[in-house]
Each structure stands twice: as C-alpha cells, then as structure tokens.
C-alpha cells in the first residue's frame, strides 16, 4: 500500500491559473482533463518527491487496472503518464468533507513539480485509495496500543495524530527488537520480586564482560560526561555536553554488542556439535538503558534525543525532572525541579517519538524530588503543597532578591552576601503553607479537642492525594477560622526566580503519581540506601499505581560503609528492595570505577615490579577466570575477519592474520 505523510495546507483554496501548473501553493490538486470528448484523464498534483514514482506506478496500476508510465516533463518535473492525449480543461475534484479533512493529515510536505498521471476518471477511486491506507494505518496503531505493552501507558494524542506525523518511508529498528526483550525482561522480575542488576559499562570491553553476568546494560550520562563527549572536553555530570554524546555512547556499545554476536555466531558454526555443546553460549545483546538526562532542553529537542536513541540502539531511555538550565547530578546540590506538567510533556514527548517510530522503547521517569531545594515556577498545583514560604510579616515588602539586591548595590559580594542571605532566612521562617496552617491552628485560643478537630479537618482535606491548590487552600484555612494568615511564597524566591522546595519521600510519590500513565518505570533518586525511604515511596506509588515497575540507582555516591549496614545488609539489599518493586538496579558509575581501582593499582605495582605485576595481576588471572581478552586477538576478531576473507577469496588465503605457522608457539593468539 502506498503510504503518505500529512499536509499543513489548506486543500480547499482555490487554483487559478497562477498555480494550475507546477504552482506553489502548498496544497494538493486532484483534477480530471478531457479533449474533443476524448477518454479523460486523471492527475494527481503536489505529492512529495521523495515518493518511489515507480511503486506509486505499480500500486496504482493494479488497484485501478489502468495503464501509465513514469516520464519527465521539463514543465512538470516527474509524472506518471498515461498514453492518452488530454488537453487544458482542468477542474479541482469536489470530494466530500471527509476526504479532504484526511487528506489534510495525508499531505503534509509537498513538491510541486510532481504528478500523478491516470488513465480514465479516477476521482473517487484515488479518494477511497488515500483513505484507506490512512485509515489502514491508524487502525494499525490503535491494535498496537491496545496491546498487553501498553495497558497502562495513557496518551493525550490519537492514533491520527501519529500516523499524520509519519514519513512516508516505514522502517523498522534493530533496537525495538531489544526493546521487546528489556521489557520481557524487567515484567519477568517484576512477577517473581527479583531483580535486573546492571552498572554503566564505559567501552566494548565492558559491555562484552557484562553479557555473560547482567541481563540489562546501563550507559551513564555522569560517565560519558566525565569520560567520552563528542566534542572530548570532560567536565562534571551537568547536562551541557552536546546532546548527542550519550546516543554516541550507546551506538559504540551497541555495534561492539553485535559484532561479538557475529563473530561467536561464526566460531560455534564452525564447531563440531560436541563442541558447542561444551561451549557455554553467551547472549551479547543484551538491552541497552541510556541517560536521556532532562531532555535536553523542550519537547522538540526531547523528540530529537529519543530519535537518536531508537536510532544509536537504545532499548531504554530515562528522563529526570530537573530543569535542564540547571541540571546537576543526582547527589549534587543545588537541584531545581521543573513543574510536574513541564516533566510529564517530556514524557509524552518521548513516548510520541517512540510512537512515530513504531518502536516499544522502554521510557523512565526520575523525580529529584526527595533532595531538591529550589523549583523553576508554580504554576502546577501539584506543587503548591511542598512550595515554601515566608511566615514572618515582617519581612512583608522585603524580598531576599530584593535585599540582596541592594546589598550588591552597594559593593557587598561573596562572603557578604551569603551572610545577608542566610540571616534572611533564618528570619522568614520558611514553612510549606500546610505547616504554616497547623501552626497557626495549634497557635488558636480555643480547647485541645477543637484543635484536634480543626487539624483532622485540614488534613483530610488537604491531604497529599488532594494537591489542592494554594488558592483552595486558602480558602479551606479561612473556613477553618484562620483569616489573614501570612504566608508568602514570592518573598524568598531566589536570586534566579526559582521558589523554594521542600523535598521529601513524599513529594517524590506525588509526582509518582502523576508520571505513572506516561511511563513504563518510576526511579527515585535518593541521598542514601534507605530501606525505610524505599518502602515508603513504592507503598506510596503502589497506593494508586499497583502495577508500576520501580528503579533504583544504587549509586557509588553513597558512603555504603557509613550507611549503617553490616556486610550481608549491603548483600541483601538489592532482593531485598526488589520486593518492594525495584525491578531495575544499578551502579551508575561502577564501570569508572572498577577501570580507575584495576588502572591505579596496577600502574604503581607495575612500576616497581615490572612484569611480575602484569604477570600476576592480569594475565595470569585473566587465565584463572576464564576471561575473553587472555585471547585478545581472538575476542578482536581476527578469526571472524580471516573467515570473511576465506569466502571473499574462494574459501583460502595466504595473509590469514590467525593463519597457522605465522606466530611464534609463545603468543596467545587461540
């Protein structure tokens, strides 16, 4: 069937005698030409160039059973031609409302030098033929969604909408394979309270290593950051390396995963059965997780980085709501949260993408939530109940940006300034405006009972579930006899205009709560291993959401030793937390780490050693655990390679790199 993209056109403006011909307008002409009474003819004008004119040709020809050609016509560009004569009587077909309402999403981007040419008056069947393969399409989509994938995923986009923003040229990707397998995979732990457990691999070493061990893959946007941008200038994990370094990642990791599957592919075709049998068989494709980080700046460049993914081999994606002008890493301070609407457009920004597509990319959401301070607006009033405020009236007229700002006037800066801002907010007493009402309501002159009463009212109310409001908070206080009660969220707004945010366990479950049908797996990122806060958020979660998969970043920030933990805590801890629902697990930064400790101890015992310390420290370990690289020119592939040069030269060569007789006996080349 022939596919078509859509038009931001209007199809209903009238041609004339300006645009009848190539014309530059952008929308499509559909017309029926006649000579002396002769049979008429048929065209079809502003299709995409882009178009296969040849299969348009063979498409048509066999629905309509009628004849034409593909030809050049230095006035019209290409056109498919019928051996009839036609002559100048044009008319713009008059098709149903219907028609030219699905024709608009058909037809986007056009060419006008090209046309389709037909043999007889195909007004009507090249309408039903458009509409069909549009209609066939959209349906195609919907029988998708309706699927077991995404029974809990929600869209506020149709499947029209998707089918409109598509190119006319279907693909498919090697990563959406991966993707089904993620996801397989991740349910499969999710039903039998276990856990995938993975780590950021840095190179195709790593990547290749893991596979016999981990079923997933993580690549770290923090690693790639501090390791490996496109443009080589390493830096923290503050999301301004160039967008496409994390998707570069993944395709280095992705196309080492597949060449080793070829080359083992290779060397157990060409064993004997036995032989494979005693051959233990390592599955290298192993799902790739990227660091989506916030996005990279709205929805558009969301849209883009989730394209690169799909495209580099990403199985996984996750996206945090930081914003993306401020972005820190997970146990950095000085975090600003976006509104929980601005993080769930990413989200649907993602999954549109993925749509458009056709692939099943496993899409994450990480909330900062339990550790940040600050937030970019109030505009949502999700927010409003952890937004802080100013409680002393005091300070009414005096906003610390305002202070702060006459202080810099008058040549205070550094250390100064710090100081003028901490008595600040030592003086506002910041409080959320749910605390500022219980304080005032314990702070009422009247009996213990009524207090109690008054408190159990304003919490049944406004409880987190609620995300009520500041507005209808206010109004619930005054009902509850707490009249011009002073709390202002405006004053103690940063130097930058972010409010203050009052993070918490419970301010991650919100927005939880909120991500839940526009995401396939919740990760909250904490300060520390706590088994308390885990419970409490995936309770929270589970609360509304019971079949939500969690996350857990089991970062190398934590002091583990100083967690607490006794030694078979720490082993516990990862089935113990997979219980709760934390499907996924992983080290972000194990592979940097394990790469600085063998690199670091190895250099200074290599120094006073010499090759008594690699003798022992690598080789000979490499030997004792049956590890790949003992062989390195074997796991580089010199056997695939002199096989492909064997088939390309007849089945010999005598420039074999692994070739018999050519290396001394001493060299680990088998």
């Known amino acids: 069937m022939l596919a078509l993209v859509s038009l931001n056109a209007d199809p209903f403006a009238d041609a004339n005698a300006e645009d009848s011909g190539a014309g530059t307008k952008e929308y499509v002409h559909i017309r029926v030409q006649q000579r002396n009474g002769r049979k008429s003819l048929t065209t079809v004008q502003g299709l995409k160039k882009e178009f296969s004119y040849n299969k348009i040709l063979k498409d048509l020809k066999k629905e309509f059973c009628c004849n034409g050609t593909v030809v050049q016509d230095p006035e019209l560009g290409q056109v498919l031609y019928s051996p009839l004569n036609y002559f100048t009587s044009a008319m713009l077909v008059q098709f149903t409302s219907l028609f030219f309402l699905l024709l608009l999403l058909l037809l986007r981007s056009i060419s006008c030098l090209q046309v389709i040419q037909l043999q007889g008056d195909q007004r009507k069947n090249v309408s039903s033929f458009l509409v069909q393969v549009f209609e066939a399409e959209v349906a195609e989509v919907q029988a998708w969604w309706n699927t077991e994938r995404f029974k809990l995923t929600r869209r506020p986009y149709t499947a029209r909408d998707v089918v409109s923003l598509r190119g006319t040229l279907r693909q498919s990707y090697a990563s959406n394979e991966l993707a089904k397998k993620l996801w397989r995979t991740l349910k499969s732990h999710q039903a039998n309270g276990t856990a995938s457990r993975t780590f950021g691999a840095l190179d195709p070493?790593?990547?290749?290593?893991?596979?016999?061990?981990?079923?997933?893959?993580?690549?770290?946007?923090?690693?790639?950051?501090?390791?490996?941008?496109?443009?080589?200038?390493?830096?923290?994990?503050?999301?301004?390396?160039?967008?496409?370094?994390?998707?570069?990642?993944?395709?280095?990791?992705?196309?080492?995963?597949?060449?080793?599957?070829?080359?083992?592919?290779?060397?157990?075709?060409?064993?004997?059965?036995?032989?494979?049998?005693?051959?233990?068989?390592?599955?290298?494709?192993?799902?790739?997780?990227?660091?989506?980080?916030?996005?990279?700046?709205?929805?558009?460049?969301?849209?883009?980085?989730?394209?690169?993914?799909?495209?580099?081999?990403?199985?996984?994606?996750?996206?945090?709501?930081?914003?993306?002008?401020?972005k820190k890493c997970g146990h950095m301070a000085g975090k600003v949260l976006v509104s929980v609407g601005e993080h769930i457009n990413r989200l649907v920004a993602a999954r549109l993408q993925f749509d458009i597509m056709g692939v099943e990319t496993v899409l994450i959401a990480r909330t900062d939530a339990v550790a940040a301070n600050l937030i970019q607006t109030n505009v949502d009033s999700r927010d409003h109940q952890f937004i802080l405020g100013c409680t002393n009236p005091r300070l009414k007229g005096r906003s610390l940006a305002g202070v702060l700002a006459e202080a810099m006037a008058v040549g205070k800066n550094g250390p100064q300034l710090q100081?003028?801002?901490?008595?600040?907010?030592?003086?506002?007493?910041?409080?959320?405006?749910?605390?500022?009402?219980?304080?005032?309501?314990?702070?009422?002159?009247?009996?213990?009972?009524?207090?109690?009463?008054?408190?159990?009212?304003?919490?049944?109310?406004?409880?987190?579930?609620?995300?009520?409001?500041?507005?209808?908070?206010?109004?619930i206080a005054e009902r509850l006899g707490l009249e011009n009660l002073f709390w202002d969220w405006d004053l103690p707004r940063t130097r930058d205009g972010f409010y203050r945010f009052k993070g918490s366990v419970m301010a991650a479950v919100v927005r939880g709560w909120a991500y839940a049908p526009h995401t396939d797996l919740i990760w909250m990122e904490t300060s520390s291993p706590d088994l308390v806060e885990c419970t409490r958020f995936a309770e929270g979660v589970n609360s509304k959401h019971p079949e939500m998969m969690l996350a857990y970043n089991l970062s190398p920030s934590f002091n583990w030793d100083a967690s607490g933990m006794a030694d078979d805590q720490m082993r516990d801890f990862i089935p113990r937390i997979a219980k709760l629902g934390f499907c996924w697990q992983f080290i972000t930064l194990a592979g940097f780490h394990a790469d600085a400790l063998v690199v670091d101890t190895?250099?200074?015992?290599?120094?006073?050693?010499?090759?008594?310390?690699?003798?022992?420290?690598?080789?000979?370990?490499?030997?004792?655990?049956?590890?790949?690289?003992?062989?390195?020119?074997?796991?580089?592939?010199?056997?695939?390679?002199?096989?492909?040069?064997?088939?390309?030269?007849?089945?010999?060569?005598?420039?074999?790199?692994?070739?018999?007789g050519k290396l001394p006996s001493l060299l680990l080349h088998t």
């Open 205 to 326: 070493v790593q990547v290749t290593m893991m596979a016999k061990h981990l079923d997933t893959i993580y690549v770290s946007g923090w690693q790639c950051s501090s390791t490996h941008t496109t443009s080589n200038e390493p830096g923290p994990d503050l999301a301004d390396y160039p967008y496409d370094t994390v998707p570069n990642k993944v395709e280095h990791l992705f196309f080492a995963q597949q060449f080793h599957d070829r080359k083992q592919r290779e060397a157990r075709m060409s064993m004997s059965r036995e032989q494979r049998a005693r051959t233990p068989y390592v599955d290298y494709l192993k799902p790739i997780i990227a660091d989506g980080d916030t996005g990279f700046g709205g929805a558009t460049a969301t849209v883009k980085l989730c394209k690169l993914f799909v495209e580099r081999g990403a199985a996984g994606v996750h996206i945090e709501d930081q914003s993306s002008v401020t």
């Open 602 to 660: 190895f250099a200074r015992d290599f120094a006073g050693r010499g090759m008594l310390a690699y003798v022992e420290r690598i080789q000979r370990q490499e030997r004792n655990n049956g590890v790949d690289t003992l062989a390195h020119q074997r796991w580089s592939g010199a056997n695939y390679y002199d096989k492909v040069l064997k088939t390309v030269q007849g089945g010999i060569t005598s420039t074999a790199a692994m070739g018999k």
């Open 419 to 475: 100081a003028i801002e901490d008595e600040w907010l030592s003086m506002a007493k910041l409080k959320t405006f749910s605390e500022c009402v219980e304080d005032a309501i314990n702070s009422l002159s009247i009996s213990e009972d009524e207090k109690r009463q008054r408190l159990d009212e304003w919490a049944n109310r406004s409880g987190y579930d609620k995300c009520v409001s500041y507005e209808q908070g206010r109004d």
